[in-house]
């Protein structure tokens, strides 16, 4: 168990409807990564949080965005779906950098299928 | 803006048999590297880093990896391979150590071990 929790782990849906995907750090990771991997594909990076505010953005489309709340929570917000958004949605956190490593946390997924 | 690339879609090697999953990068400054282990249907677990210091780091389940700077390369390796060391590893590069910095990962490659 990584302590990244996300929610839901599945969520099926319709083309042209909007989900909300929601990620809980590690206690006292303060970023938040957002990543998507489609079938049998890579991890493309989409945006980056720290304490509440963006701190990178990867190849993150229009129709989706993100935040990351004073608790230090996170939701990925996906709307006008298309079949192609289907995919696994990774959140992943870090702990404060300061020569610790800098590595990664993963949660288990939100696979999203839209239909 | 740095990359990662992993030129083997599938590696298959035998039991008990050394495997080597390769990797490459780019990166302007200094090169933060990691290895991550992905199971089916599950999140990516990290295995290793290299940050600075000595060229071979040790990490998880008996994994090792070789960091070459003039080579641009961070191999991932295990002396003899075991059948539970099927799965998808990752290879992936942050380009600092800022609350801003960018974590990229490679396309993934594919451990079969066959027993």
């Known amino acids: 168990d990584s302590g990244v929790t996300q929610t839901p782990k599945h969520l099926i849906t319709a083309t042209g409807q909007r989900v909300t995907l929601r990620c809980s750090p590690r206690s006292g990771d303060l970023s938040v990564y957002w990543y998507q991997q489609s079938l049998d594909q890579g991890l493309q990076f989409l945006i980056q949080y720290y304490n509440g505010e963006e701190r990178a953005k990867g190849n993150i489309l229009e129709r989706f965005s993100a935040q990351q709340f004073p608790d230090l929570h996170s939701e990925l917000n996906l709307s006008s779906l298309e079949l192609g958004d289907s995919a696994l949605y990774f959140c992943?956190?870090?702990?404060?950098?300061?020569?610790?490593?800098?590595?990664?946390?993963f949660g288990e997924g939100s696979r999203l299928t839209v239909l | 803006a740095q990359s990662v690339a992993q030129p083997e879609d599938q590696v298959n090697v035998a039991e008990g048999n050394p495997l080597t999953v390769k990797c490459t990068y780019s990166?302007?400054?200094?090169?933060?590297l990691f290895w991550y282990v992905q199971y089916p249907n599950r999140g990516l677990q990290f295995l290793l880093k290299?940050?600075?210091?000595?060229?071979l780091v040790k990490g998880s389940y008996g994994f090792e990896a070789e960091f070459n700077k003039s080579q641009t390369s961070f191999h991932l390796k295990k002396p003899s391979a075991l059948v539970s060391d099927s799965a998808l590893y990752f290879c992936a590069v942050r380009d600092g150590y800022s609350s801003a910095s960018k974590i990229i990962f490679g396309s993934g490659t594919r451990l079969s071990i066959r027993p």
């Open positions: 992943a956190s870090s702990p404060p950098s300061r020569g610790r490593g800098g590595e990664l946390f």
């Open positions: 990166v302007s400054g200094n090169p933060y």
């Open positions: 290299y940050i600075t210091g000595d060229n």
